[in-house]
């Protein structure tokens, strides 16, 4: 099984900057993709950007370009670098993983994070 903890959301005006956390811990073996979604009110869940256990990267158009997706060499802790922000990135965000086999496989979620952004 796997905990998710993020960390680093806020209140920022916009064109501001924002750092997001997500500290993992558990049987993370059959880890095959981890990164971050986000709601908005009224909205689905989406997609911002993830990485898969190979490095390979998927950013949603929405934020392409100004945030970053990048994961610690421990592999445990995985980072959402968030530039010129717009109130439209106004969410909830949350740690995501998936696991591709096993006896743990499945999704996982952590708690989200509120990010708020003022024009």
């Known amino acids: 099984q796997v905990q998710l903890v993020e960390s680093g959301g806020g209140l920022v005006q916009a064109g501001g900057t924002l750092r997001l956390s997500c500290a993992a811990s558990?049987?993370?073996?059959?880890?095959?993709?981890m990164g971050w979604y986000r709601q908005a009110p009224g909205k689905q869940r989406e997609l911002a950007a993830t990485?898969?256990?190979?490095?390979?990267?998927t950013v949603s158009d929405s934020v392409k370009g100004r945030f970053t997706i990048s994961r610690a060499s421990a592999k445990n802790t995985v980072y959402l670098q968030m530039n010129n922000l717009k109130p439209e990135d106004t969410a909830v965000y949350y740690c995501y993983m998936y696991l591709g086999w096993g006896v743990y496989k499945g999704d996982y979620w952590g708690q989200g994070t509120q990010v708020t952004v003022a024009s």
């Open positions: 990485l898969t256990s190979g490095g390979v990267t």
């Open positions: 558990g049987n993370m073996i059959s880890m095959n993709r």
